[in-house]
T-cell receptor
């Protein structure tokens, strides 16, 4: 069975501080995909990034960066110089990498509510 | 805008009733997923359709059913509604199964009174 753990339920930081959101996953699959989604107060789920299990390179996109470490089964997300607009609930998710086997659901963590204080 | 359209955005109905939620996937996407988000259960996978065929079922109640039509839009039918069915229901679509990122609609907030 797959499992995603986001131990941080809520985080508050002052604007311009850096913040890291933790994600730990469990899976028996050797090929899998990891995702981060953002859910702002308006409610929609916004896709941020996808990572496959063969690519452990860290990724940076503007103020966002992701640290994928298979050795610790972690896929952490860092926001640099946080802004009020970053306030949202962030979800980490996992799916296996097999196509056409009917098991492509996303398993979500419970989310981390991030509040950026102006 | 993700390109996934869900209607209606809000729905209030009484216990015992039946409702239909509609989803139009992104143009060209063959996979449609339904998820339920509630305070106590979090985001839970309900069902997955690929090009009109059911591919996987999650924790979907027998009172719930779904289908995907030839034009690829999908409907989620919820019947004999109970107070506990109140939740945000998301539809997501992806270009392929599994590997591709899923893009979510804005959700339908269902309130059962």
């Amino acid at each position: 069975a797959q499992k995603v753990t986001q131990a941080q339920t809520e985080i508050s930081v002052v604007e311009k501080e850096d913040v890291t959101l933790d994600c730990v996953y469990e899976t028996r699959d050797t090929t899998y995909y990891l995702f981060w989604y953002k859910q702002p107060p308006s409610g929609e789920l916004v896709f941020l990034i996808r990572r496959n299990s063969f690519d452990e390179q860290n990724e940076i996109s503007g103020r966002y960066s992701w640290n994928f470490q298979k050795s610790t089964s972690s896929f952490n997300f860092t926001i640099t110089a946080s802004q009020v607009v970053d306030s949202a609930v962030y979800f980490c998710a996992l799916t296996n990498g097999r196509e056409n086997f009917g098991n492509e659901k996303l398993t979500f963590g419970t989310g981390t509510r991030l509040t950026i204080i102006p | 805008d993700s390109g996934v359209t869900q209607t209606p955005k809000h729905l209030i109905t009484a216990t015992g009733q039946r409702v239909t939620l509609r989803c139009s996937p992104r143009s060209g996407d063959l996979s449609v997923y339904w998820y339920q988000q509630s305070l106590d259960q979090g985001l839970q996978f309900l069902i997955h359709y690929y090009n009109g065929e059911e591919r996987a079922k999650g924790n979907i109640l027998e009172r719930f059913s779904a289908q995907q039509f030839p034009d690829l839009h999908s409907e989620l039918n919820l019947s004999s509604l109970e107070l506990g069915d109140s939740a945000l229901y998301f539809c997501a679509s992806s270009a392929r199964t599994g590997r591709a990122e899923a893009f979510f609609g804005q959700g339908t907030r269902l309130t059962v009174v």
